[in-house]
C-alpha cells in the first residue's frame, strides 16, 4: 500500500497563475479530505467528499478554490488565480469508516509569490 | 459546532522522561472519537492513538497512552520515556461518530514537543 500519493510535493507560482494539487487516495477509502495548514489558521478543513461527492464544503475560502473528484482514485484541488495568501502546505488525506483515523499524504507546500 | 483546544504552544521534556500535552474538546454528542496526531520535520502527519468515546478503558500504544475523562472533556496525551524522534507537533482531533454523511476531523491548534538529549 503506496498510501495516500500527493503532488507536487512542492510548488512555487505567481500570482495569478492558476495552480492545481493532485491526490491519489488509499484503494478502497471512500472518503477524502482536503486540509490548509498555515501558522495563522492552524488545520483547515476546505472540502470533503463521500464516495466521489462532496459533501461539506464550507470551509474553501472563496470561488477562486474548487475541487473535483471524478473517481474513488483521484481528486484535485485548484486555485484560480493564486494569491500569495494561498501559500500553505496542502494535505489530502482519506478514511474509511467511522473507526479510524485519516490517512494524510505528504503534502505540498504551495508558495505564491 | 466542535472545537479542540489545545492550551500549552510548546513542551519541553528530558530525554528517557515523560510529557504530557493537554487537550479538551466541546462537544454535545455523546458518542465521538478523539485522536493523537504527530507533525515531525517532515511535515508528514502520522496516527499516534485514538480513544472511542464509549470506552471507559484509555488508549495504549506503546509509549504512549491518554487519560480520557469524558465528563471533563478532556482528552491529555502522556509520552513516557520520550526519544530525541518524539520531537514534533502533536495534534489533538475530534470527530462525531454519527454523520448524516462523512466523518471530518477537527483539529486543535498543537503543541510543539521539544525533546533535550
Known amino acids: 500500500d503506496a498510501g495516500v500519493i500527493q503532488s507536487p510535493r512542492h510548488e512555487v507560482t505567481e500570482m495569478g497563475q492558476e495552480v492545481t494539487l493532485r491526490c491519489k487516495p488509499i484503494?478502497?477509502?471512500?472518503?477524502l479530505f482536503w486540509y490548509r495548514q498555515t501558522m495563522m489558521r492552524g488545520l483547515e478543513l476546505l472540502i470533503y467528499f463521500n464516495n466521489n461527492v462532496p459533501i461539506d464544503d464550507s470551509g474553501m475560502p472563496e470561488d477562486r478554490f474548487s475541487a473535483k473528484m471524478p473517481n474513488a482514485s483521484f481528486s484535485t484541488l485548484k486555485i484560480q488565480p493564486s494569491e500569495p495568501r494561498d501559500s500553505a502546505v496542502y494535505f489530502c488525506?482519506?478514511?474509511?469508516?467511522?473507526?479510524?483515523?485519516?490517512?494524510f499524504g505528504s503534502g505540498t507546500r504551495l508558495t505564491v509569490v | 459546532a466542535q472545537t479542540v483546544t489545545q492550551s500549552q504552544p510548546e513542551m519541553s521534556v528530558q530525554e528517557a522522561e515523560t510529557v504530557t500535552l493537554s487537550c479538551t474538546y466541546d462537544?454535545?454528542?455523546?458518542?465521538?472519537?478523539l485522536f493523537w496526531y504527530k507533525q515531525p520535520p517532515s511535515r508528514q502527519m502520522i496516527l499516534v492513538i485514538r480513544q472511542e468515546a464509549y470506552k471507559q478503558q484509555n488508549a495504549t500504544e506503546n509509549r504512549f497512552s491518554v487519560n480520557f475523562q469524558k465528563a471533563a472533556k478532556s482528552f491529555s496525551l502522556k509520552i513516557s520515556d520520550s526519544q530525541l524522534g518524539d520531537a514534533a507537533m502533536y495534534f489533538c482531533a475530534y470527530r462525531r461518530e454519527r454523520q448524516a454523511a462523512g466523518n471530518k476531523l477537527t483539529f486543535g491548534g498543537g503543541t510543539r514537543v521539544l525533546v533535550k538529549p
Open positions: 462537544t454535545s454528542e455523546s458518542d465521538y472519537y
Open positions: 488525506a482519506s478514511s474509511t469508516g467511522y473507526n479510524y483515523g485519516y490517512t
Open positions: 484503494s478502497g477509502h471512500n472518503s
